[in-house]
């Protein structure tokens, strides 16, 4: 029998389908929502909109790639240079010059890859491709190529939602990966055991499930498994052809049997189904949830999407524990604020705003990934993201240039033909920013900033004074707790 919180949500008329939920859904399966488009996924039955979000490839989308033709052209030419027995001053400018252009084209990828959580109409997609950075984790310092970034971005979007395994035999074949945890160097007679560490211990079974032996084998497995260029290559001279025990299976194994091997595992089976609901429903699931997931990905063999449409119509997913209980992370809150805004701010100012607030994309703090949960807050970045809405509302926030006029329009934030009082406008607000309901304090705060202390005070979006009124109630809105919470 299902656990409880993995049976299918129905709804009912003491459970209705309604914008909470439907809200909900749009949060943790993508980036936020407007109001029109809560009202969209309200009106459609539960299942139809989980299929409208997990069928994201009938959804065209095309957004310019990053071009790494300059930077190719500069790395051939200090290959030529050093051919050619370049003096060393020379050979020192233009690996000088070369280094800067790719600390630039980083920059590049990073604000490429914003922009399309910003727009994409497939935010599943776009989530899923967060998720893998944090889970199957790679950036600066140690990857030192933005394109290997790019090709690792490009890979998660390919098989966001597609089969695990065939990922992860992929990303042990990843350039970016190959670099970060050295495997690259990984050579017989001297094997270097990080990716093989982390692949069982952080990306695929957990800690407690293989020993320190386990390991060594597996680091055994990989060796010779390197890149040239942008290509994995396989060196056979380097690859350790001897015996190996692991997993208490003997034999001649290389990185794509070891691989194999860790997919025969009971803790394989849990490990991802677990993240998956932590990152999209909530932190430390019932283990009868994890074992009902475990057992439904054993059975449509480590194909992704099945999991998430079980998560997604799931009562667990849809209940209190789960709704408006998550703390945004920085690119969560930022992407968010912005879609649901319309804000217009330089890429490189959100950026910014998100290192202020812990998290810059490809670089992550450690092989781990970023925090969750309350580690997303203390006491510098809890002030950042309360500053955030002046940003978006003012062109000012402390640590972060200063930006020409208004960079949000705040008309568009409520709808003229259904707002004929204050009240109506504050519902409004709350609608689109918490979908939370307000005690009656921090209701009588937004009334204030309309200049009233009556819910039925005429009011209408109306003017340059009413204009300052509505900016003034944004601000406060999103500068309360709730807004903090997916």
């Given amino acids: ?101 790719n600390l630039l084209k980083f920059q590049d990828v990073r604000t490429n890859w914003l922009r399309r959580m910003i727009e994409t109409r497939r935010p599943l997609q776009e989530k899923m491709v ?39 035999l992929a990303i042990s074949r990843d350039p970016a990966m190959l670099s970060y945890l050295d495997n690259n160097s990984n050579r017989k007679g001297k094997p270097n055991e990080n990716y093989a560490r982390e692949l069982l211990e952080l990306f695929t079974m957990g800690i407690g499930n293989y020993t320190e032996q386990d390991v060594k084998e597996a680091a055994r497995a990989f060796t010779g498994w390197t890149l040239v260029g942008n290509e994995f290559a396989f060196r056979r001279n380097e690859h350790d052809e001897g015996l190996k025990t692991f997993l208490g299976r003997t034999g001649n194994w290389d990185g794509t049997d ?19 609901w932590e990152f999209f429903g909530y932190l430390s699931p019932e283990e009868s949830l994890v074992e009902d997931l475990a057992q439904a990905f ?28 998550q703390i945004k992370s920085p690119t969560q809150l930022v992407v968010g604020a912005i879609r649901l805004t319309g804000a217009e701010v330089p890429d490189e100012v959100l950026i910014r705003t998100m290192d202020l607030m812990g998290q810059i994309l490809l670089y992550p703090p450690n092989v781990g990934g970023w925090p969750k949960g309350q580690g997303w807050i203390n006491t510098a970045t809890v002030l950042v993201r309360y500053n955030f809405s002046g940003l978006l509302l003012n062109g000012a ?41 307000l005690d009656g304090r921090r209701r009588w705060g937004l009334l204030r900033a309309f200049g009233t202390n009556r819910e039925d005070a005429p009011w209408r979006p109306d003017g340059e004074r009413a204009r300052e009124q509505l900016r003034s109630a944004v601000h406060l809105v999103m500068s309360m707790p709730e807004f903090q919470l997916s």
Avoid: C
């Avoid at 656990?3 to 709804?11: D, G, I, W």
């Fill in 130 to 168: 967060l998720f893998w950075h944090g889970h199957l984790v790679s950036g600066l310092p140690e990857t030192r190529v933005a394109e290997h970034m790019g090709i690792q971005l490009e890979l998660f979007r390919r098989l966001a939602t597609g089969n695990f395994k065939e990922l992860v």
């Fill in 298 to 325: 054993r059975s449509v063999r480590w194909e992704i999407k099945p999991i998430l449409r079980m998560i997604f119509l799931s009562e667990g997913f849809y209940s209190e524990r789960a709704i408006r209980t």
């Fill in 1 to 101: 029998m299902a656990a409880a919180s993995l049976r299918r949500y129905q709804p009912s008329a003491s459970n209705p389908w309604d914008r909470v939920k439907a809200a909900h859904l749009l949060n943790r399966a993508g980036f936020g929502s407007t109001p029109e488009e809560v009202t969209r996924v309200a009106a459609m039955r539960p299942e139809a909109a989980v299929e409208e979000l997990l069928a994201y490839e009938h959804v065209p989308e095309t957004f310019p790639a990053v071009d790494y033709g300059q930077i190719r052209q500069m790395f051939l030419e200090l290959l030529r240079l050093r051919q050619s027995r370049a003096d060393e001053a020379t050979l020192r400018r233009a690996a000088q010059q070369l280094n800067r252009a």
């Fill in 258 to 276: 070891i691989v194999d091997i860790v997919f025969q595992q009971p803790a394989t089976a849990r490990f991802l189904p677990r993240r998956l």
């Fill in 397 to 437: 926030m402390p640590g972060v240039r200063r930006l020409r006029g208004s960079p949000a329009r705040v008309d568009g934030l409520v709808d003229a033909s259904k707002t004929r009082t204050a009240g109506e406008a504050i519902d409004q607000l709350v609608d689109r920013f918490i979908q939370a309901p």
